[in-house]
């Protein structure tokens, strides 16, 4: 009988001593989902995307920078930006029509009945 060597497994010693293993502790592709091997003597990781992830991991995250607030104007004409809009819809439609679309249906009353006329 020949005797084989002890499987890898995540908790078992060989894993750890293995000089053959991923260097990323997270990889799952070895067998039963322990640390895969490396292909080559010289390779750290078994794939890029575990080198991937160590170098990811390891970045720097940037520094949080706020974008500063914009200083209100000093002299808008407007309370709120909804109060902006409500006067751009009274000049577009006219004096009478709010943001409502029941306006712009009266309007087109007329050229309708032409329309089936």
């Given amino acids: 009988m020949q005797e ?4 890898l497994t995540a908790e078992g010693s060989t894993l750890l001593e293995d000089p053959r293993a991923c260097m990323n502790s997270r990889c ?7 640390r895969a091997a ?3 003597p010289r390779a750290k990781y ?7 992830s160590v170098c990811r991991r390891n970045r720097p995250k940037p520094p949080d920078t706020d974008k500063p607030k914009r200083k209100p104007r000093k002299d808008k004409k ?3 930006h909804a109060a902006r809009q409500r006067a751009y819809e009274r000049r577009k439609w006219g004096i009478g029509c709010l943001i409502d679309m029941s306006c712009m249906i009266e309007r087109m009353r007329p050229f309708q009945r032409q329309l089936s006329a």
């Fill in 28 to 34: 799952k592709k070895g067998p039963e989902g322990a």
């Fill in 4 to 7: 084989t060597s002890p499987p």
């Fill in 38 to 40: 490396v292909k080559s």
């Fill in 78 to 80: 407007y309370p709120s």
């Fill in 46 to 52: 078994c794939c890029a995307s575990c080198r991937v």
